[in-house]
């Protein structure tokens, strides 16, 4: 066994499955090509390739890791297709038509052809209304039927074959004893089957949200089951200790197994939040307050903003269809279909398109030689020779670049465009995509993008970095070292964090009411407390902040403001409350708070969080100050449409302090980076190269 300790990060994405390995003297990352059919298997492959970079066995290395973190996309897969297991529900009666009214959504737009209804999770008649009822004051107004409790059960299980329930009554975040006493009547008949109440994976108020997360968690959980364990047994096969392994979740930490299986929820898009942990950490590292994290992998384009060390949550995440909202809180990302696997067509008004439908990795783009016969962003790159077929993946994969131009050959003669010409129009269609989401998570959110530094990562964004930074008005990008596993680097950096939530409903212009405010967090701290001492965690380390979401009365959604720790006393009603009005009027602008207005907390939330420990960036020591190119090519400019002789550089000849100008191409290996004519590029001390609009 070697004797250097390993830390290990892994982000199956939906192409590739990324390994970083960190230790005391180096970082190291490899790619292997995700497997669908099961994932744990692409991330053995992709610890095969890092081991064999280290020269070690992958039973050496693994023996060697005394923590891993993984990234999992099994999750992101069960919702985005809705192939989750067979749910059945049981439901307050008089609300059994909540899933499919859905609050009634209209995409607010002109095409009625757009306004689709809401996608079926759940068939109607696997929804079963019982008698129950408690009010909003937490008073029982209707006792719960347990017969037809157990009529409902024996239906679902017996006749319509459900193999998870979800039990959501009206009112259970005031008094849990009727969806508790449900769930404990089902699993009395069936012992074996799992059944989630909505009061224990979200216990805040507006039932659409607390119901829908209850149901996408009975969705998808037997997936993550099978999944961890499978992933859990090789691993340890190999030679992983015990207790090594931990999930990454959407919140920006780490899970034990048991807790992933326990909350499958979580891991969500644990994948593209790395991305942006990491990139928080090289933002403190460089001095860099306003950051927008690109990440563009093989079927998506994640966007999202880092502001003075701080990233935003969003917690009302959409799962499968805009509609479909839940109460899952997770880092705020902005994704799209605009990957290197994103797949162009021309729609039935003949104008060309690409995504959101990707080719993932199998058959993959057309250039894969698995089968692939439809035009991909990646097949576009390959036609207008920016990458390179006979040199993909540091040379592990050759790639078919006569398959790539068929396609797009095919592609062009709809439209009487070359090849080249076509795979321009679909470099300029993702270009676009990319814009418009650099926009949505900047300008429709009041930030103006021009005082940002794009962080671009991911295997394709360099690529395309360039191109989206001068449309949106961004000066500066910043390729980190590592780019194309910048994700997985970012989940074995992740501290342990947990959410707690409860909603107390608090009037401001009712002081005195304020302990209610105090009893809740007092016992969400020591719920805290108590989950990190059976994980086996010292609770004398755990960090907890405390944040409160604040409404004007009769306003229906909430702004979240920061609280002081220790206990809220009657006195500080007043300077919550002219800070909320500051709050407000910082969001939307001057004038606008309802001045005079009672203001209510709805929810308070507690973070807990404990450092796991995080490996450093580390100084480059590669390369020249004066790199020569290794290569001169004739690449396809796709904004001039003209070929254009650029120079190729090695990333790892190019050392610190080296001052380059485009056009030219840098080779990573595993990716690609392009600095047009309009840039110059500069090696910085921990391996980031700078570009900057000259």
Known sequence: ????????????????????????????????????????????????????????????????CPRMVNGTTVVTNAVTELRGRPVGIIVTRGFRDTFRIARGPRLNIFDDHQQTPVPTVVDWDRTIEVTERIDQAGEVVADLAEDEVQAAARELVEEKGVEAIAVVFLWSFKDQRHELRAKEIVNELYPDLYVVASSEVHPLSREFERWNTAVFTAFVREDVVTYVRGLESKLHDSGLPANSLSLFQCLGGTLLPSEAIE?????????????????????????????????????????????????????????????????????????????????????????????????????????????????????????MNFIDPGDYLGGRRELDGEASRRVFAELGSRHGWSPEHAAAAVHSIAVTNMVHALREVSVHKGHDPRGFTMLSYGGMTPLFACTVAEQTGISRVVVPPHSAAFSAWGVVM?????????????????????????????????????????????????????????????????????????????????????????????????????????????????????????????????????????????????????????????????????????????????????????????????????????
């Open 494 to 694: 992740a501290d342990r964090v947990r959410r707690y939530a409860r909603t107390v409903s608090w009037n401001l212009e009712a002081p005195e009411e304020v302990e209610g405010v105090n009893r809740a967090a007092a016992e969400l701290e020591e719920r805290a407390r108590r989950d990190a001492a059976e994980a086996g965690l010292d609770p004398e380390l755990l960090r907890q902040r405390r944040i409160g979401s604040f409404r004007f009365l009769g306003q229906v959604w909430e702004i979240d403001m920061p609280l002081a720790d220790g206990r809220l006393e009657p006195g500080d009603a007043g300077a919550l409350y002219d800070r909320f009005v500051a709050t407000y009027e910082s969001v939307y602008g001057r004038g606008t708070a309802w001045k005079g207005s009672p203001v209510v907390m709805l929810d308070l939330e507690v973070h807990a969080s404990i450092s796991d420990g995080r490996p450093k960036f580390r100084l480059w020591s590669q390369g020249s100050e004066k790199p020569t190119p290794h290569a001169r090519r004739t690449i396809f400019d796709p904004v001039r449409r003209e070929s254009l002789a650029v120079e190729v550089y090695a990333d790892a000849e190019i050392g610190v302090g080296a001052e380059l100008s485009g056009p030219l191409i840098i080779d990573g290996g595993d990716t690609t980076i392009y600095v047009p004519a309009e840039f110059s590029c500069a090696r910085g001390p921990l391996g980031n190269l700078d570009l900057t609009r000259r």
């Open 263 to 383: 909350q499958p929820l979580q891991l969500m898009d644990s994948g593209p939040v790395g991305g942006v942990i990491a990139s928080r950490a090289l933002a403190s590292e460089l001095e860099l307050d306003h950051v927008i994290c690109a990440d563009m992998g093989g079927t998506s384009f994640d966007v999202a903003l880092v502001r003075e060390g701080e990233f935003t949550h969003s917690k009302r995440r959409a799962l499968g269809h805009d509609a479909l909202v839940t109460g899952l809180a997770a880092v705020d990302i902005v994704s799209i279909g605009a990957g290197g696997g994103s797949i162009a067509w021309t729609d039935r008004r003949g104008v060309p398109q690409v995504g959101p439908e990707s080719a993932g990795s199998n058959p993959g783009p057309a250039c894969y030689g698995r089968g692939g016969e439809r035009p991909t962003v990646t097949d576009a790159m390959v036609v």
């Open 1 to 64: 066994m070697p004797e250097a300790s390993f830390e290990i990060g892994v982000d199956v994405g939906g192409t590739h499955t990324d390994v970083v390995v960190s230790s005391e003297k180096e970082i190291i990352h490899g790619k292997a090509l995700t497997t669908r059919e099961d994932l744990s298997n692409g991330v053995v492959d992709g610890l095969g390739v890092v081991a064999e970079e280290l020269d070690v066995s992958l039973d050496d290395l693994l023996a060697a």
